[in-house]
């Protein structure tokens, strides 16, 4: 590991060093009044500068390519997902670095008209930010976001069980988002559950992000207003060598189990079918059902755990997520496999037993969390946990079998407290010319 | 832009691509149980792969270096910042994608012993994490950061005025530490004020920042309570074209006027020199003083202003940060321009007129704020804006001037609140086997 810090001059090819905070000879490279379209434009040449001088040797050499002292955007800035789709974005994307989930409920007086209205104007922002462009709805762009390239930005729209008794709907509203049943480790504070309509913002960059929520929380105007907002996070990319199941923070990998999209039923586990089955409405097609639940770690119990009593709980490694029966990671746990001491070795109440999808006749979600850390609460401990969201073609058949396994029987309930819940119906993805939830509101 | 995304498959130099969530082809490398010493090791070559297979082709071509489906750490996991130096770290290390400041009281009991030994252990902990290595100190460590790189974590220590007296100390307690003058505009909460010890926590990794920030908080142990706790970020690396002055959430470039670590005067204005001027005690040699601010933004109201008002506001362009009398962001401000009405063309309340170096008898911080966003207020407004930190040598030549001219005239600070505010006097950076402090508490 390089002791010294290494930055960019501004001219082609030339790396300075020197030891951090001594501050001297730092080349800035000098600001141009160049506009955010051709920043975009030359993204392409400018980053493979950055990179290349990066790949000249080594891990002392890589540190040249921090981007602070170079004007060029890497492709954690330049990468775009696109907003027209079968299935709406930020579903199956990778896990954000940044992200905001907002509630909103419409406003008294606004009906079907005004919310279909709503979401027109939000997907057509919505569109044009993971594009890269600014938001014009409005008046003019805040201008948080100049400057930066779209940043993976994903913006995932949804609808709760009161949406659809408001605008005159109720027909068409899916079983699956009749209420979660009540879960006795439940704390759930109404004022940040539910909600009408539900947004969910991911990017790798916190100031893209942040554009996004104000530029949708203007366009609710008259209409929407806002129910509940939290914040949320995950590893920056390229921080960490295990970047696809990381930590949470409790210190633990975190979705090892997920479904994976290469596998052949991951659509199935997922996504509503086209057509949906009976006893679905048709505008679902190609949707999905999220689960949200503000979830507080216990940290201060928590870290007084020994590792050892952790890894119980868990049922897994802590450095690495193998099951405690052995292997790696991807391992599949030996639940019957008993120690020297005649114990299970993976406890009868450990997590990853009871959550284990062969334990819930293979119920299966795709978790797609964010952490959260909101600072000290009024209780003086950390404000901290996991924003859980997880992804399923029926909710009755996903989270449900499994939060009422784990709510019965796992030893992490004792360090965990489920805060907040929201149960969303997403629509499928817009089509070109679309707008999200058209198929809902024009039918 | 390209509209697909790109993905790596697990074989080095294999592209696939696939169209945003659809999801059936992706490769997902395998997990292994190499410990997080190799990762780091390795991480040269690892991140060259990554970032090679980057450089093939423009903007679409970099959409295949996203991180989160290599195993790779790029130079934003592996950029390592020295604990030992003259001065600490994180004043002039460039801005940090995420931060937390935390400011803790000294427990009843505790005086000057308990202290050193407290700083001991925090440098300790601070120069190990800084290099990647897991905090040691008052059991295991949390696990939070592993798989991770240091990611430029940095720790800086400081101490408040109230420090002193309570450790036996005054005699050293050095007069720029003297309360700060009441502005008209402070809305200040003492709960969020001041405080015995600060410490900044700056990484490019949430995940690495909040491991850091437990593991000290866990080691102030019985010696010191904490008092506040705030969090922020800034642009991620790589995200943006613009990355040294970056935007506020205003959307403003923040931090032209900054002092650059290239000019002759640049460390005469931030750092106390060695020896220290008469008056100044001889433990801040190579120090610096932090005056920090969290600046409430009224969000909702600046963004009603039209673009033009709010450049009038600022007094120069929000696009790219030129002055209103034209050039680009570095231009030095005609600042007795005239337009064809007769009237400044940089209002005489402008922020930029008002704060402007030679406006303030050369006065000179370096400002390294973080941005926040708490969510929504009890108000129902954002509860978002700016951690202001500035370092000077001197806070009564510094940012005590400066925000006096503000208070009484600057146009932005309608859209402004100060509601909380700190000084801290921060020790220079310890030598090799030296700790944090060690020429204050062992004089």
Redesign the interface.
């Known amino acids: ?5 290494q930055e960019h001059d501004d001219r082609p090819g030339v790396r300075t060093t020197r ?18 379209r051709r ?2 434009g030359t ?6 500068t950055g ?2 001088l ?2 000249a ?26 907003f027209h ?5 930020g ?5 954000h ?2 992200g905001h989930l907002i509630a909103f409920d419409l406003a008294p007086g606004a009906r079907r008209k005004e919310a279909a209205a709503l979401l027109r104007r939000w997907s057509a922002t919505a569109r044009a930010l993971m ?2 462009e600014p938001a014009t709805g409005g008046g ?5 976001a ?7 930005l994903t913006v995932t729209f949804g609808f709760g069980r009161t949406f659809f008794d408001r605008t005159g709907l109720g027909e068409q509203r899916p079983a699956a988002l009749d209420p979660l049943p009540p879960f006795s480790s439940d704390h759930l504070d109404p004022g940040r559950s539910d909600g009408d309509l539900w947004v969910q913002i991911g990017s ?5 992000a ?1 554009h996004a929520l ?1 530029a949708l929380q ?1 366009e609710a105007g008259t209409t929407a207003r ?1 129910r ?4 949320g ?15 949470n ?4 990998i975190d979705g ?1 189990k997920n479904p ?3 596998e052949p039923d ?2 199935r586990k997922i996504f509503v079918p086209t057509p949906p089955a009976a006893g679905t409405p048709a505008w679902m097609a190609g949707g999905s059902y999220a689960v949200v639940r503000r979830i507080r770690m216990l ?1 201060d119990d928590w ?1 007084k755990l ?2 050892h009593k952790q890894e119980l709980v868990i049922g897994r490694r ?5 099951p405690l029966t052995g292997g ?3 391992t599949e746990p030996d639940l019957d496999k008993r120690g020297p001491d005649g114990n299970l070795v993976i406890p009868s109440n450990a997590h990853a037993r009871i959550s284990a999808p062969e334990a819930n006749a293979g119920a299966a979600m795709l978790r797609r969390p964010f ?1 959260f ?4 609460g009024a209780d ?1 401990t ?1 404000d ?1 946990g996991l924003l859980f969201i997880c992804w399923q073609a029926d909710p009755l058949r996903g989270f449900v079998p499994v939060q009422r396994k784990l709510d019965r029987g796992d030893a992490l309930s004792a360090f965990i407290r489920h805060e907040a819940s929201g149960l969303f119906a997403v629509p499928g ?1 817009a089509a070109e010319g679309e707008y999200v939830g058209q198929r809902l509101l024009e039918s």
């Open positions: 590991m390089s002791k010294t810090r030891p951090a905070e001594e501050g001297t000879d730092s080349a800035r490279a000098p600001s141009t009044g160049i506009s955010r920043l975009l993204a392409g040449v400018a980053g493979a990179l290349a990066g790949t040797g080594g891990a002392a050499g890589y540190a040249a390519a921090r981007p602070e002292e170079a004007t060029a955007l890497t492709t954690v800035g330049t990468n775009a997902v696109p789709g079968t299935h709406q974005p579903i199956s994307t990778p896990a670095a940044r594009a890269g003019h762009d805040t201008g948080v100049l400057d930066a390239g779209p940043s993976s790798d960059d916190a100031l893209v942040f104000r203007k806002v509940w907002q939290m914040n996070f995950n590893r920056s990319p390229g921080a960490a060598a295990h970047p696809i199941t990381s930590r923070l409790m210190g633990q090892t994976k999209p290469s991951f659509a940290l870290e020994s590792l802590k450095s690495d997520g193998a790696t990671e991807t952490s850390h909101d600072g000290i003086g950390p901290a993805g």
